[in-house]
Nanobody
Framework: QVQLVESGGGSVQAGGSLRLSCVAS????????MAWFRQAPGKGREWVAG????????DYADSVKGRFTISRDNAKETVSLQMNSLKPEDTAMYYC?????????????????????WGQGTQVTVPS
């Protein structure tokens, strides 16, 4: 029943790096755009990055632009988020998500309600 599974989270010092991965199981994501969201305690779900099905288009929230890189390996049904220069404010549960329909551009809308398939999340902690 699990459709997307995130991994790679952990605790890292400020300025460090982590690489998150999201792998599809019962669905295919090679024909879907993908997005990463995050949610800190007491806060709403925040859009972090999006990538088109081919990987040709990527976009990032201003808060992570220049530090995070989203990529994908469609042959492995995997999407990654390389996070460099991590800051305490990056601390959150990170989720990958995808659209219901192929050929959708809603991964760039920055609205969580536009995404259908979600993983269980992986925790990223950056102590102050």
């Amino acid at each position: 029943q699990v459709q997307l599974v995130e991994s790679g989270g952990g605790s890292v010092q400020a300025g460090g790096s982590l690489r998150l991965s999201c792998v599809a199981s019962v669905i295919t994501i090679s024909n879907r755009c993908m997005a990463w969201f995050r949610q800190a305690p007491g806060k709403g779900r925040e859009w972090v990055a999006g990538i088109s099905s081919s990987g040709a288009r990527t976009d990032y929230a201003d808060s992570v632009k220049g530090r995070f890189t989203i990529s994908r390996d469609n042959a492995k049904e995997t999407v990654s988020l390389q996070m460099n220069s991590l800051k305490p404010e990056d601390t959150a549960m990170y989720y990958c998500a995808s659209t219901m329909y192929a050929s959708s551009s809603r991964c760039f809308s920055r609205a969580s309600e536009d995404l259908t398939y979600w993983g269980q999340g992986t925790q990223v902690t950056v102590p102050s």
